[in-house]
């Protein structure tokens, strides 16, 4: 009797504190509402959270907020412990407890995170993932951001995989520990230690979301522009289109925004005239359109620190899939150019020949500019490449007259769809007479 009089008790004190009436802002049930972060992008997605409510760019995310998307959509967000993220196809949980930066349920997720953090953890079903700190003479001429790591998780019938693509991380399970360094994966399966790390190669969506979050790009679907403006709270842009058609498309979902059209022809032929048009608009966000194995070089170049030097503003740059079908897009490794005058004594002016060699895995376009040493850089270029074939790019500098001596060097830059950047070909001139 006693026993079911206590148990009735015990009933009644959960029932009445679970009661709407008694569900304060205080209580246990319903915790406190502590900013963590905020939504950069999406495609179809949800937060689950007391604290907010619905999904938009620019929105607030708060810790043990869970994010869940759709089978074809992705949300894009930033914490203060990680500087990027990316969740497709999955689930999340943002801060679920100390120290640790998400845990992913299901799905797959990149992330972008600083170098110094090697406190904080990220967990998967199988898995937990630290960060190694990269030396600190790790080469910064490669790509911007070097010093960051940039890995994924992938969690797909009871096993997940750790993906690595720039720096090094460390991925546990059941007391092993393996060292996973850029360009490599490894497996772990449910109550399995981790596997032995493999070469990693990305598929044409993890190319596309890598290359965002290493150019801190904003992705969103056309249909949430207009959220992303307001959330911004800028009324002017700039409309980037791969297609006149893409240009309609996008700019009805702009209207009420001021916008500047440019279309990626005229910008990827005189780009520096592109920047004077956008220095003289009053807008600071720039949306580049259509698919992204063809205006990814359009991204990189709005994104470079450089260009926006030139606009004078700081340029918030927006890639919005249109046409999208996944095309798939090769990675440039290495780039080694070279030149065919070396230290030249003699006539002048002398025409100098640069020749980039370049070493990619996958097929499909490669976007390009040159690099002088006199800060000239060239038209936005493109180089088809097939699988097992060699690539050559070439360009020449015109350069000399009586008396002039100059030292001097060209390089390549990869625009898209990974970008990359060759060590200078130098070269020297002694001009003696006209030629």
């Not at 967990?123 to 790591?149: C, E, K, M």
């Not at 999208?324 to 025409?351: E, I, W």
């Not at 800060?375 to 097992?388: C, L, Q, R, W, Y």
Request: net charge positive; with cysteine.
């Amino acid at each position: 009797m006693r026993r079911s009089l206590f148990t009735l008790l015990s009933v009644g004190v959960i029932l009445v504190a679970s009661s709407p009436a008694r569900t304060a802002s205080r209580s246990p049930l319903r915790p406190p509402c502590r900013l963590e972060g905020s939504i950069i992008g999406y495609y179809p997605a949800v937060v689950v959270s007391p604290c907010n409510s619905g999904v938009r760019s620019g929105g607030e995310l708060h810790r043990r907020d869970q994010l869940r998307t759709s089978p074809t959509g992705q949300i894009t967000f930033t914490t203060g412990h990680v500087l990027r993220c990316t969740l497709y196809n999955g689930t999340a949980v943002i801060y679920p407890k100390l120290y640790v930066v998400l845990r992913l349920k299901s799905g797959s997720i990149f992330c972008k995170q600083a170098g110094n953090m090697r406190r904080w953890k990220f967990r998967g079903p199988n898995v937990t993932v630290t960060i190694v700190q990269p030396s600190p003479t790790r080469s910064l001429a490669g790509r911007r951001g070097d010093a960051d790591i940039v890995f994924g998780m992938v969690a797909l019938n009871k096993q997940t995989t750790v993906k690595v693509d720039q720096g090094a991380v460390r991925a546990s399970a059941r007391g092993t520990t393996r060292l996973v360094q850029e360009g490599s994966q490894v497996t772990t399966r449910r109550g399995k230690k981790p596997g032995q790390v493999r070469t990693f190669t990305p598929t044409p969506p993890e190319l596309q979301t890598l290359s965002s979050l290493e150019q801190d790009v904003t992705t969103t679907t056309p249909a949430d522009l207009r959220d992303l403006f307001k959330a911004q709270q800028e009324p002017y842009g700039v409309l980037i289109a791969e297609t006149t058609e893409v240009d309609a498309q996008v700019a009805q979902q702009l209207t009420g925004i001021k916008i500047l059209r440019l279309s990626a022809q005229d910008f990827r032929a005189d780009p520096y005239s592109a920047a004077l048009r956008i220095a003289r608009f009053r807008a600071r966000i720039v949306v580049v359109a259509g698919s992204f194995a063809t205006m990814s070089s359009v991204v990189d170049e709005l994104d470079d620190p450089d260009y926006q030097r030139l606009t004078g503003k700081q340029l918030l740059v927006v890639f919005a899939p249109v046409g999208d079908q996944g095309v798939p897009s090769p990675k440039v490794t290495a780039v080694a150019v070279s030149n065919d005058r070396g230290a030249y004594v003699g006539f002048c002016p002398v025409t100098v020949t640069f020749t980039a060699e370049l070493t990619s895995h996958g097929a499909g376009t490669i976007f390009y500019t040159w690099l002088r040493s006199d800060g000239a850089i060239g038209p936005i270029e493109s180089v088809v490449a097939s699988e097992g074939k060699a690539i050559t790019a070439t360009t020449t500098w015109q350069i000399g007259s009586p008396g002039f001596t100059y030292d001097g060097s060209q390089a390549l830059k990869i625009l898209g769809p990974r970008i990359l950047v060759s060590d200078p070909s130098y070269f020297s001139l002694t001009c003696t007479s006209i030629g």
